[in-house]
């Protein structure tokens, strides 16, 4: 069965530093994406970036980056800068490509992120 | 742009009673819907899913059950609630297929008592 571990239950960070939050997942299978979510105090669900497996190359999305090593079954993310408004509830998610019309999207326990100004 | 509705955002409701939540999506047709449930200090747990009108999978055998009676309307329900379906319960969208992101509503707090 496919597992997604967050092994940080929390995180703290001085404004304007940087952060690191740790991510693996465990799958068969060859061909699927991760996810990176921000969940703030509001709860709502943010993306904050993707990642297909295929692609070597890491993603970015402006302050936010991940490191994925396929082969150790790693997708960590890293907030450089970090902001007060980066505070949230961080979590890992991964979802393989069956081919078909649908698949469960994954998720892990989640890591809670503090600022500290 | 495309937007996701959740309604109630807050329910309190007594043990025994029936439940319905509403999830709708603006801004696009024909999309994949979702239905998580996150229980509290717990990631989501996908509860069911749908690729259209009338089409809904089951992930969790449950007390719960959705439909779909419209192309962009996704409804939570329940004939009676348990103490155990207390949580926040979260509706996502997507679009391309299977390994499209999917984008989430606000959520709903529901209390069980």
């Known amino acids: 069965a496919q597992t997604v571990t967050q092994s940080q239950p929390e995180m703290s960070v001085q404004e304007a530093e940087t952060v690191t939050l740790s991510c693996t997942y465990d799958?068969?299978?060859?061909?699927?994406?991760l996810f990176w979510y921000k969940q703030p105090p509001s709860r709502q669900m943010i993306l904050v970036i993707r990642?297909?497996?295929?692609?070597?190359q890491n993603a970015t999305e402006n302050r936010f980056s991940v490191n994925f090593q396929k082969a150790a079954k790693s997708f960590s993310l890293k907030i450089s800068d970090s902001q007060l408004g980066d505070a949230a509830m961080y979590f890992c998610?991964?979802?393989?490509?069956?081919?078909?019309?649908?698949?469960?999207?994954?998720f892990g326990k989640g890591t809670k992120l503090s600022v500290k100004p | 742009s495309q937007t996701i509705h959740q309604w109630p955002a807050t329910l309190v409701q007594p043990v025994g009673s029936p439940l319905s939540l509403e999830c709708t999506v603006e801004?696009?047709?024909?999309?994949?819907l979702y239905w998580y449930r996150q229980a509290a200090g717990r990631g989501l747990q996908l509860l069911f899913y749908?690729?259209?009108?009338?089409?809904i999978s089951s992930e969790v055998p449950q007390n719960l059950s959705a439909s779909r009676p419209q192309d962009r309307q996704f409804i939570l329900s329940s004939k009676k609630l348990l103490l155990s379906d207390s949580g926040f319960y979260l509706c996502?969208?997507?679009?391309?297929?299977?390994?499209?992101?999917?984008?989430f509503g606000p959520g709903t707090r529901l209390t069980v008592l």
């Open positions: 996502a969208w997507s679009v391309l297929g299977i390994t499209d992101t999917q984008y």
């Open positions: 799958t068969s299978e060859s061909d699927y994406y």
């Open positions: 749908s690729v259209g009108i009338g089409q």
């Open positions: 990642q297909e497996a295929y692609k070597q």
């Open positions: 998610a991964y979802i393989a490509n069956y081919g078909g019309s649908q698949g469960n999207l994954i």
């Open positions: 801004g696009t047709s024909n999309p994949n």
